[in-house]
C-alpha cells in the first residue's frame, strides 16, 4: 500500500520523489532535469533572446524592436515596437493549417445533453461576428467592455472578439454580487456590459441580468448591455440600452479584420483582492501576456495536438482567462470548458466527463480533490480514466493526502502532476514542474519555469538559507507579470515593489529545500485564500461593518477541511442590538449580498471587544490563534484588555 505521508515530518516530505514514467518522458517536451537546467540557465543568463526566440513562435503583424526594457522601474515593456493581436494568433494563424476544422473548444453545458463543439474555422466565424456586433455598439480599441457571464462558450467568444478590435475585457465572476459588479465597471468605467439572463447551478437558474439591472442604474459609464439566453430565465429589456445576443448575431457579418495592437496596449482588466477594502485591477497587456501564457501552456501541460485538455476553472479568474481560453487557443489545443460543478448530479460527474470526452490533461485545484476525495473512490471507479496522461493543481498548496489520492485514484499512478504556482497579477505560471523533466515532490510546486528566478527574502532583504521561511519575491521581469494596477499605478508600487524594490513581491511566504524545491507556506498579508480564491478580509470586515446592527468586525482565515481555509468573523454590535443566531444568519447573506457567495464567513462569532493594543489596533495574530485553537495565543502584553482574550476562547463557535 501506498504510505500515507500525511503525519510524517517535512523533512521525509522533501526527501520523498516521484519520477515520471519513462512513457511520459518519451514524448515530453523537456525530458530530463539536466535538459531543463540546460535551458533554464541560458533563459536566465539571456532572457532577451530565450523569450525571443519563443516568441517567434506567433504571428507578428510587426516584429518588436527591443524584447524587454524598464520604462521607469518597476514598470516594464516587453516586445515593444512589435504589432500583435490575440485573437488572430488563436484562431487565425490555425486557419492555414490543418488545424483549421480541429475542435478549439468543446462545451459541456450542466445538463448532459447541452454540448456544442467549435472547430478553429467556427470559433474563428463567431468571434468575427460578434467583434461586428460590438463595432456596430459603438465600442472602439481601449474602451472597456464588462463582461458578468456564466461558463458558456459566449464568454470565450466575447473575450475573442474584444482583443479582435482591441477593446478591453473586464470578466467578473458571475458569482459575484451586483454590487460587487458595480464597483467593478464603476473602477474601469466600462462601455458595455455582455451578460445572460441567467446561469444554471445545481439544475437551477440563477438570475445575472437581474442582478446587473439592480445596478445599472447607477453605471452611467454603460451605454449598451448584450445579453445571452441561458437560463430560460425572464427578464426586463431595456429598448434603447439592452440587446439580445442571438438577434444582434443574426445579421452580423463573419468578416472582421483583427487590429493591429501594440504589443503593450492594454489586454484586460482582472480584479483581484488585496489588503484593502477596494479590488486591485490588474492590468495585463498584450504582446508579453500572449507569449507567456503560449509558452507555460505548452511545456507545463506538455500539451500536444492530439490532446484533449481540460481546466476545471471558471473563466472568471485568471486561470480560466489563461489556461481555458487564450493559452491553449494560441497553441492550436482542444480546451473543453464545463458549465456545472463537480457534483452535480452526482459526485462523479468529473469522472463522467474524463471518460465521455477522453481528456489528457486534467487542471483543477486542491479543494476540488479533497472533495471528491470525500466523496469516495466508488464514483472513480464507476468511469474508465485511462485517456488522462497528466495532472495539474492550482490555487494553494495540495496537502499529501490530497496528492496522494489524486496520484493513485485520479492518474493511476501514471500521471505526473504538476503543481502550479502563480497569481492574477503573473498572467501565467511561475513555479511548477515540467512533467517530464522533474522528480516531483508531493507538496512542492517545485522549480521556477524558465525565464522566472525567485528567491526567498528575509526581513532585512538577504537571501534565506536553505529550508528557511521567507517572503516570496522574483527577481527578473517576465512577460507575463501584470503592467499595473488600473488607474492607481502607486498602489502598484506600494504592493509589488516597495517593500523590496528592485523584486516583485509576491505577498506568499515561502522556503527553498536543499534539492531547489519551492514550498508555498501561504500568504503573508491578510489575504484568505477559500478554495482557491483570493478573499481580502478588509473586504469582508467592511461588508459587515455596513450592516446597520455592526459597530465592528476582524475577519480571520481559519483552517478547513475541504476549502484550505474558510473565514471566521468577530463582530462587535452596535449597542442595544440583541445577539441572536438568526442575526447572525442575516450578517452571512449579508456578505454574500455585498460581495458574493463566495465570501461568506463560515462562523460568526459575537464579541463584546476585540483584542487592540493600546493605540486601537486590532490583534489579529491572537484571533487567529484563538481560532486555530492553539492553547498559547502569543504575547498578550501589549494589549490595553488582556481578559478580552480569554472570553473569545471562551465563546468560540465549535
Ligand atoms: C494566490 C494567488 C493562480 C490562479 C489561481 C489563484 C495561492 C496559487 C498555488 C500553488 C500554493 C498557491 C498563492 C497565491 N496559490 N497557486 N500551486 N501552491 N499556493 O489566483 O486568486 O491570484 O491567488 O493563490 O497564495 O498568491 P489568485
Not at 487565425?92 to 478549439?104: E, G, S
Not at 453545458?109 to 456586433?133: Q, W
Not at 497528466?390 to 493513485?408: F, K, M, Q, R, T
Request: hydrophobic fraction near 35%.
Amino acid at each position: 500500500m501506498e504510505e500515507s505521508i500525511l503525519s510524517v515530518s517535512s523533512e521525509r516530505a522533501e526527501r520523498r520523489k516521484v519520477n515520471p514514467s519513462k512513457k511520459f518522458v518519451k514524448s515530453a517536451y523537456v525530458k530530463s532535469l539536466r535538459e531543463y537546467n540546460k535551458i533554464y540557465n541560458e533563459s536566465v543568463k539571456n532572457p532577451a533572446k530565450f523569450w525571443g526566440e519563443k516568441a517567434k513562435q506567433l504571428h507578428w503583424f510587426k516584429k518588436w524592436k527591443t524584447v524587454f526594457k524598464y520604462s521607469k522601474k518597476p514598470f516594464v515593456k516587453w516586445f515593444e515596437g512589435g504589432k500583435i493581436n490575440v485573437s488572430y494568433n488563436c484562431l487565425d494563424r490555425h486557419l492555414t493549417t490543418w488545424r483549421k476544422n480541429k475542435a478549439a473548444l468543446i462545451w459541456q453545458g450542466e445538463p448532459e445533453e447541452d454540448s456544442r463543439t467549435y472547430t478553429y474555422v467556427e470559433l474563428h466565424r463567431e468571434v468575427c461576428k460578434f467583434a461586428n456586433v460590438l463595432k456596430r455598439k459603438g465600442i472602439r480599441k481601449g474602451d472597456r467592455v464588462c463582461l458578468y457571464m456564466p461558463m458558456i462558450p459566449e464568454i470565450a467568444i466575447a473575450m475573442l472578439a474584444c482583443t479582435r478590435i482591441g477593446a478591453i475585457h473586464s470578466i467578473v465572476f458571475g458569482g459575484y454580487s451586483a454590487e460587487s459588479l458595480r464597483k467593478r465597471i464603476k473602477d474601469s468605467e466600462a462601455k458595455m456590459l455582455i451578460t445572460a439572463d441567467g446561469s444554471l447551478r445545481k439544475g437551477k437558474p440563477m438570475p445575472l441580468k437581474d442582478k446587473a439591472d439592480s445596478v445599472l442604474g447607477k453605471c452611467r459609464s454603460v451605454k449598451n448591455v448584450i445579453v445571452c439566453k441561458r437560463a430560460n430565465i425572464k427578464v426586463k429589456m431595456n429598448k434603447r440600452r439592452d440587446f439580445w445576443w442571438h438577434e444582434e448575431m443574426k445579421d452580423a457579418s463573419p468578416f472582421c479584420k483583427a487590429v493591429e495592437m501594440d504589443a503593450e496596449d492594454p489586454l484586460f482588466i482582472l480584479y483581484t483582492s488585496g489588503t484593502t477594502g477596494t479590488p486591485k485591477g490588474v492590468l495585463h497587456t498584450t504582446g508579453g501576456y500572449l507569449v507567456y501564457v503560449y509558452q507555460t501552456t505548452k511545456w507545463v501541460f506538455d500539451l500536444k495536438d492530439d490532446d484533449t485538455y481540460w481546466c476545471t476553472a471558471d473563466v472568471g479568474w485568471i486561470t480560466g482567462h489563461s489556461y481555458i481560453v487564450y493559452g491553449p487557443l494560441a497553441n492550436g489545443a482542444t480546451s473543453l470548458m464545463f458549465e456545472g460543478v463537480p457534483t452535480y448530479p452526482e459526485p462523479d460527474r468529473f469522472w463522467q466527463i474524463v471518460e465521455k470526452y477522453k481528456v489528457n490533461v486534467f487542471y483543477t485545484a486542491p479543494t476540488v480533490v479533497r472533495a471528491l476525495e470525500r466523496e469516495g473512490k466508488k464514483w472513480v471507479d464507476k468511469h474508465d480514466l485511462s485517456s488522462l496522461r497528466l495532472l495539474g493543481s492550482v490555487g494553494e498548496p495540495i496537502n499529501p493526502d490530497a496528492w496522494n489520492w489524486y496520484y493513485n485514484v485520479i492518474g493511476k499512478r501514471k500521471c505526473p502532476i504538476v503543481d502550479t504556482w502563480w497569481q492574477t497579477e503573473t498572467g501565467g505560471i511561475l513555479i511548477t514542474p515540467l512533467p517530464g523533466a522533474m522528480p516531483l515532490k508531493p507538496g512542492s510546486a517545485t522549480m521556477p519555469f524558465p525565464g522566472v528566478v525567485p528567491a526567498i527574502l528575509k526581513e532585512d532583504g538577504s537571501e534565506a538559507a536553505a529550508n528557511e521561511g521567507g517572503d516570496l519575491v522574483i527577481k527578473k521581469s517576465w512577460p507575463g507579470i501584470g503592467r499595473t494596477v488600473w488607474k492607481n499605478p502607486k498602489r502598484y508600487i506600494d504592493v509589488y515593489f516597495s517593500k523590496f524594490p528592485d523584486y516583485y513581491l509576491a505577498g506568499d511566504a515561502a522556503k527553498k529545500d536543499k534539492d531547489g524545491y519551492f514550498w508555498i507556506m501561504g500568504r503573508i498579508d491578510d489575504v484568505v485564500n477559500v478554495s482557491g480564491h483570493r478573499i481580502g478580509t478588509a473586504e469582508v470586515e467592511s461588508a459587515l461593518v455596513s450592516h446597520k446592527t455592526v459597530a465592528e468586525s476582524a475577519v480571520v482565515p481559519m483552517s478547513h477541511e475541504i476549502k484550505g481555509q474558510c473565514l471566521y468573523a468577530f463582530v462587535t454590535l452596535k449597542r442595544g442590538v440583541k445577539k441572536s443566531d438568526k442575526l447572525k444568519i442575516e450578517l452571512v447573506k449579508h456578505v454574500a449580498r455585498v460581495i458574493g457567495h463566495i465570501a461568506k464567513p463560515e462562523k460568526v462569532q459575537f464579541a463584546d471587544a476585540l483584542p487592540k493594543t493600546r493605540s486601537g489596533k486590532i490583534m489579529r495574530r491572537i484571533l487567529k490563534a484563538i481560532v486555530e485553537g492553539k492553547k498559547d495565543v502569543g504575547d498578550t502584553t501589549t494589549l490595553a484588555d488582556a481578559s478580552v482574550v480569554k472570553t473569545l476562547i471562551r465563546e468560540k463557535e465549535k
